[in-house]
């Protein structure tokens, strides 16, 4: 394998790793912030009726894709940009 192969291997390696672990800590405060949510709103003196009939494991779902989905998001951009300005 010549160096040039190998660099680029690695490049690849760390950019999934780093996808990887944002995705990770994303999951994990999209969780954590549809917890604290379902909380509030089930401590509420007057809750609402949208509070009432919510289906929590669906609420917990969503904050963890869209956790998922904002870390991932977020390391490819992150990436990307440190790429464009090695190249510059």
């Given amino acids: 394998m010549s160096q040039k192969n190998r660099l680029a291997d690695t490049h ?3 950019l999934f790793l780093f996808v ?10 999209g969780g954590t912030a549809s917890r604290a949510e379902i ?7 007057i809750p609402s009726n949208e509070c009432l009939t919510q289906n929590y494991t669906t609420k917990m779902l969503e904050g ?3 956790g998922l989905v904002a870390g991932a ?8 940009q440190s790429w464009q ?4």
Avoid: I, N
């Avoid at 909380?39 to 003196?45: F, G, L, P, V």
């Fill in 64 to 66: 963890m894709s869209g």
């Fill in 39 to 45: 909380y509030q709103c089930s401590t509420a003196d």
């Fill in 12 to 14: 690849s390696h760390r």
């Fill in 73 to 80: 998001s977020a390391a490819l951009a992150v990436t990307w």
């Fill in 20 to 29: 990887a672990v944002c995705s990770v800590f994303g999951v994990a405060l």
């Fill in 85 to 88: 300005r090695k190249g510059s």
